[in-house]
């Protein structure tokens, strides 16, 4: 038996976690129907989303006791995105001007689960929605552009967008 390096076992869990996440949605849209499984599944990620940031921070020593700046958020940010983030999600980001935030998926980890269990045509994106979660539990106020509803990969062929930061 070999040793996992620590970004193969953070790779592993991340994507056992999102396995986790995935079979809990199938399960919740094969009980009680697709609204009611994007509406639980983003219920989960708003009450993850506190508990899940302040494990983060506090695991990598970051300071969150505010008041916000933009360089504080950006530690904060990338300090999320280096634990629960996979390679294999094909999301990335960067931060090309103060208090702005780019994201693209090169693919969609999740649209792709969703047409593997034949749900793509409903689904509401949770994977955004969890960072804007971060965000509005830190009670910091942003815009989303272009506005998130539905899927963005699905419906435009593409997901890329900015958050401004009200900061």
């Keep these: 038996m070999r040793t996992l390096e620590n970004d ?18 199938y399960s919740c849209a094969r009980e009680m129907g697709m609204d009611a499984a994007n509406r639980l599944n983003k219920q989960a990620i708003r009450l ?8 983060v921070t506090r695991a990598l020593g970051i300071d969150t006791s505010g008041p916000w700046s933009f360089e504080d958020l950006r530690v904060a940010i ?11 999600m094909g999301f990335v980001y960067d931060f090309p001007e103060e208090n702005v935030m ?9 649209l792709e689960g969703m047409k593997k269990i034949g749900v793509s045509d409903a689904y509401e994106c949770g994977v955004l929605y ?13 815009t989303v552009e272009p506005e998130i509803a539905g899927c963005l990969m699905r419906d435009t062929g593409a997901c890329e967008g900015i958050v401004r930061f009200n900061l």
């Design 130 to 142: 969890r960072v804007m979660c971060w965000m509005d539990q830190l009670d910091i106020e942003y």
């Design 78 to 88: 990338d300090g999320m995105f280096s634990v629960i983030a996979g390679e294999f």
């Design 8 to 25: 193969e076992l953070r790779e592993l869990l991340v994507k056992c976690w999102m396995t986790h996440d995935g079979t809990w949605f």
């Design 48 to 55: 993850l989303a506190p508990k899940e940031f302040g494990r």
């Design 102 to 110: 780019h994201w693209k998926m090169h693919r969609c980890f999740a």
